[in-house]
């Protein structure tokens, strides 16, 4: 008898627990999240937000749906922000240089040679610089959801490899038309040319411009390496992309149980993004290394010192503690 109403009595609390989990799922009611991209299917960053959309259902319960749009199905970047913002949709994939729009910290990472290595990058992102990016990011309105590896830009020519900030002098070298760019370029001893993306490839084959510079995961898509037969790891830049929230989204319409899942959901993507990523650039440069003259490494710090003027000068715009707090993590 005793043996029965300890069975009945282990049932019964079995029960209450069952019952306490489906009633904390019950309580949150179905959202769906609308994820914006410019790229495709191909692209890891795709399988990033696959994984995240996998990750954030099971951890919420499956209270949260996210809906990718790749290949710019839901507008620009740029829409996807105002988008986020007016609730449109609830979450999109930009550059650190498009959020400068709303805060000129995000231009820390327009400055050349902030980072020199993606170690320095993960330890300012995992610490103190990341904190700040997510708090400015919640003045202007949006939640980060993950912060996405892009590699570092790099410069590919036709000329000659780039072993020394020497051998930069005199070579056209495409940019982007932005003032810090041109203005690295320059100092580097390179003649930066504005020009369309579009007309890159047939600007390379004609000789309008020596080279461009790049991620090279860029520079092996579009095959610019057909183009340019030196590819040297300068990495002068690095390319930080976001995944970001509408705050309102997050804190209106979310419970605390659904904002967790999703915080949660976006660290561990991060990780993964990172990882895979560095598979994917790892291949990508070895096959530009088979299939060009490319992919040197050299010395950094006499570009860095080169460079360095420009940091100094534009440290008022872009934020005195922003800057020093990402140089702080230089060396690490």
Partial sequence: MKGYRWIVTIVLVLAVLTWGVVSVHAADRKVLIKLSDQVNEQNPHYKSHEFFAKTVAEKSGGSIEVKIFPNSQLGSAREGLEGALTGTIQAVKVTSGELSTYSPKFLVFSLPYIFTNKKEVFAALDGKLGDMLKAELQKQGFQLVAFFDTGFRSI??????????????????????????????????????????????????????????????????????????YFSLTNHFYDLNLVVMSKKFFDGTLSPAQQKAVVEAGKATEQFERNLWNDHEKDVIGTIRATARGGNGLDLAPFKQAAAAIVEKNKAKVGPDIVATALSYSGK
């Fill in 156 to 229: 590919f020519n036709g000329k000659r490899p780039i072993k020394t900030v020497a051998d930069m002098k005199g070579l056209k070298i495409r940019v982007i038309n932005d003032p810090v760019m041109i203005e690295t370029i320059n100092t580097l001893g390179g003649l930066a040319t504005p020009l369309p993306y579009g007309e890159l490839y047939t600007a390379l084959k004609q000789g309008v411009v020596d080279g461009a510079e790049q991620p090279p995961v860029a520079l092996y898509t579009m095959k610019f390496y057909e183009a340019s037969k």
